[in-house]
């Protein structure tokens, strides 16, 4: 596997990322510093002041969960 989506993030950072899968949530997001990194980062963007996950965001939340699932165990 590429290590193309292999982001360092805070745990924050995952907290925000994991809370824009609910596209419901997405204006509820209170910390905008945290979105503001995202998309930096290019795994949010923001449209129309609501901010949604890209693709890259995507693949980033899913092969981060295995990692976030060691950190747990």
Known sequence: MSNDVDFDLSPDQWEALKALRNPVSNGRLSKAYLVEG???LGLVV???????MTPTGRKVLVRGSCRLLDLVA
């Open 38 to 40: 995202l998309v930096k």
């Open 46 to 52: 923001v449209n129309d002041s609501v901010p949604s």
